[in-house]
């Protein structure tokens, strides 16, 4: 399947700091990466989706403002948690679809754990 | 967020016994992607159904996209030690991949399993 790279792995941060998480497809290009959140013992939420070279489409109730995305190319989608708290703290992933075909398969990254103190 | 009723939450099974799980939903997907995620890792795809109906295997795994299109059922056979780890049901509005085609998961269901 295709490779999607996130990275770090794992980030804490002092509450009131901006964190940058990066999120990289390493064999296709994508021109959507969607990005999600995970609670401990929760589903995934999906927060945005993310368009390269235009602005992120938010999901209700997500602060665009406070999750910056940006997609630069098509191969790297960032998320900035700016001015962190520890209500922040959580799990959040990426994916991405490969082009073309008829495959609706998206293909996640290894997830970044932030943690907020 | 809207999300996919799952069932069960958890199960604790002994090494060989077969499992099956399943995802409802109110409203109709044209297609189910079952993933499988371990801890402090991202989900990993196990199988994919586009058809109403099809049913599609994948090692010990089946899974079946139901007629209504509303449900779907994973099944594994035989489990493991290995199988352990949190499964989820995704539905996708249409066949096709774009920005506006999201994935919805399902509540998820942690299978243990005890050697």
């Known amino acids: 399947g295709a490779v999607v790279s996130q990275h770090p792995s794992r980030v804490i941060c002092k509450s009131g700091t901006s964190v940058k998480i990066e999120c990289r497809s390493l064999d296709f290009q994508a021109t959507t990466m969607f990005w999600y959140r995970q609670f401990p013992k929760q589903s995934l939420m999906l927060m945005a989706t993310?368009?390269?070279?235009?602005?992120?489409?938010?999901e209700q109730g997500v602060e665009k403002d406070k999750f910056l995305i940006n997609h630069a190319s098509l191969t790297l989608s960032t998320l900035t948690v700016t001015s962190a708290h520890p209500e922040d703290s959580s799990f959040y992933i990426c994916?991405?679809?490969?082009?073309?075909?008829?495959?609706?398969?998206?293909?996640f990254g290894e997830g970044s754990r932030l943690t907020v103190l | 967020g809207q999300q996919l009723n799952q069932s069960p939450q958890s199960m604790f099974i002994q090494e060989g016994e077969d499992v099956s799980m399943n995802c409802t939903s109110s409203?109709?997907?044209?297609?189910w992607l079952w993933y499988k995620q371990d801890p402090g890792e991202g989900p990993v795809l196990l199988i994919a159904l586009y058809k109403a109906g099809e049913l599609t295997s994948n090692g010990r795994l089946t899974a079946q996209f139901g007629i209504t299109r509303k449900d779907s059922f994973l099944n594994i056979s035989a489990s493991i030690p290995s199988d352990v780890g949190i499964y989820f049901c995704?539905?996708?509005?249409?066949?096709?991949?774009?920005?506006?085609?999201?994935?919805?998961f399902g509540t998820g269901t942690l299978l243990a399993v005890q050697p």
């Open positions: 993310s368009n390269e070279g235009s602005k992120a489409t938010y």
């Open positions: 995704a539905g996708q509005p249409t066949r096709y991949g774009g920005a506006t085609n999201k994935l919805i």
């Open positions: 409203s109709i997907f044209n297609t």
């Open positions: 994916s991405a679809r490969p082009p073309g075909g008829d495959t609706g398969e998206l293909f």
